[in-house]
């Protein structure tokens, strides 16, 4: 089992930046891929970003790319992802995902995640 925890989320203006931290436990985390994904209300929940479990790779989906950057510290059980630019359409409940089957490359899809945590919620004003 891993335990994932979100933190970081909370009400920004458009423009800002926000960084969001997962902390993992319960497993080796470098066994592990880590994703990020978003769901607005209404909305399904999509893929924002994702990253191998050496830091190695990473992938961002095309509507955050070049403003989020996802990351991980290994030794910290953590993983980031540091949002700039941010927009209104950019509001939504993240949550981090963890895969041991996404360990080698990272992998996009929501089914490959096993492990979800509980999420938080971004705001993004106007």
């Known amino acids: 089992q891993v335990q994932l925890v979100e933190s970081g989320g909370g009400l920004v203006q458009a423009g800002g930046s926000l960084r969001l931290s997962c902390a993992a436990s319960?497993?080796?985390?470098?066994?592990?891929?880590m994703g990020w994904f978003r769901q607005a209300p209404g909305k399904e929940r999509e893929f924002v970003a994702a990253?191998?479990?050496?830091?190695?790779?990473?992938y961002a989906a095309d509507s955050v790319k070049g403003r989020f950057t996802i990351s991980r510290d290994n030794a910290k059980n953590t993983v980031y992802l540091q949002m700039n630019s941010l927009k209104p359409d950019d509001t939504a409940v993240y949550y981090c995902?963890?895969?041991?089957?996404?360990?080698?490359?990272?992998?996009?899809?929501?089914?490959?995640?096993?492990?979800w945590g509980q999420g938080t919620q971004v705001t993004v004003s106007s």
């Open positions: 990253i191998s479990g050496s830091g190695d790779f990473t």
């Open positions: 319960g497993r080796t985390f470098s066994n592990y891929g």
């Open positions: 995902a963890a895969s041991a089957y996404c360990s080698a490359y990272g992998c996009y899809g929501a089914t490959h995640y096993a492990y």
